[in-house]
C-alpha cells in the first residue's frame, strides 16, 4: 500500500509544478509522450490499490474482533496472493489509460490529454468509464466500510469480561485490537476527506460545461482537491502491519 500511495505524489507533484509554471507539459519527444501515458495511469493505479488494501484491512479487522478463536481470514500466504491481486486488477482497470492518453503540441504549448473515442470508439465514454470506475472502487468500498466498521466497534465494546478468566493476554489483546481499530478508522477516515473530493472534481470536470471549469471557484477547487489526494500520501507508511496480527 504504501508503494501504490507514493506512485500518486511521484507523479503528480512535477506534473502540478510543470503547469503551475508553465501552463503546460514542458517534455517533449518520446520521453514526454511515455510520462503523459504513465502519468494517468499510475494515478489510476494507486488509488484503486489503496481502496482494495483499505478493504482487506477492514476484513482482516473484522475476522479478529468477530471471530478471535478462529485463524486469521488473511493470512500471511493469503495476504501475498491478495497484494498480488490487488495489483493485477489495478493494472487491468487502469490500463485504458496507456491507450487512450496522447501527447499534443500545438503553437500554444505541449499537453497531456485523453483521447478516449479516438482510441475505443465513438459508442464510448471517457465520463461512463470514469463513472463506473469511481463507483466500483471508491462509492462502494466507501458504503461497504462505513458499514463493516461500526459491527468492528460494537462487537469490541460488547465482549463479555469473564471476570477472573479475563486474563492479562486476553487483555492485552482486546488493547491491541483496539488500538489497530484506531488507527484503521483514521486512516480510512483520511482516505475519504482527502480523495472524495478529488473523486467529485473528476466527475464535474467530465460532466459540466466549460463555464463551470473556468470559473475562478472551480479552479480554486480543483487545486484544493488535488492537493488533498497529495496529502493523503503523508499515511502511506502506517498500514502495512495491520494484516500481521
Known amino acids: 500500500m504504501a508503494s501504490s500511495d507514493l506512485l500518486y505524489p511521484i507523479f503528480l507533484v512535477p506534473w502540478n509544478l510543470s503547469n503551475l509554471l508553465t501552463n503546460s507539459f514542458r517534455i517533449g519527444g518520446q520521453l ?23 478493504i482487506l484491512i477492514a476484513v482482516d479487522r ?9 485463524s486469521p481470514l488473511i493470512g500471511s500466504k ?20 496507456l491507450f487512450a492518453s496522447e501527447f499534443v503540441e500545438n503553437s500554444e504549448g505541449t499537453w497531456c490529454v485523453t483521447k478516449w473515442k479516438k482510441v475505443f470508439g465513438e459508442s464510448s465514454s471517457y465520463a ?8 466500483l472502487f471508491i462509492y462502494i468500498p466507501v458504503l461497504f466500510l462505513v458499514i463493516l466498521y461500526p459491527i468492528i ?20 489483546w482486546k488493547r491491541r485490537n483496539r488500538k489497530v481499530l484506531q488507527m484503521s478508522i483514521a486512516i480510512i477516515t483520511v482516505f475519504v476527506f482527502c480523495w472524495l473530493p478529488l473523486s467529485i472534481n473528476f466527475l464535474i470536470t467530465e460532466y459540466q460545461d466549460s463555464s463551470t471549469l473556468s470559473s475562478c471557484s ?28
Request: aromatic share 20%; net charge positive; glycine share 4%.
Open 62 to 70: 473484522f475476522g479478529a474482533v468477530v471471530f478471535p478463536l478462529r
Open 32 to 54: 514526454g509522450q511515455a510520462l503523459c501515458k504513465l502519468f494517468f495511469f499510475f494515478i489510476s493505479a494507486s488509488f484503486v490499490v489503496s481502496i482494495q488494501n483499505l
Open 153 to 172: 466497534v460494537i462487537k469490541l465494546k460488547t465482549q463479555a469480561h469473564p471476570g477472573e478468566q479475563w486474563t492479562n493476554n486476553q487483555q492485552q
Open 128 to 135: 461512463s468509464f470514469l463513472l463506473a470506475k469511481h463507483i
Open 78 to 97: 493469503l495476504c501475498r496472493f491478495f497484494i498480488l491481486a490487488t495489483w493485477i486488477v489495478a493494472v487491468a482497470v487502469s490500463s485504458p489509460h
Open 218 to 245: 472551480f479552479w480554486i477547487y480543483d487545486a484544493v482537491t488535488i492537493y488533498m489526494a497529495n496529502a493523503y500520501c503523508l499515511l502511506c507508511y502506517q498500514p502495512d502491519y495491520l494484516f500481521y496480527g
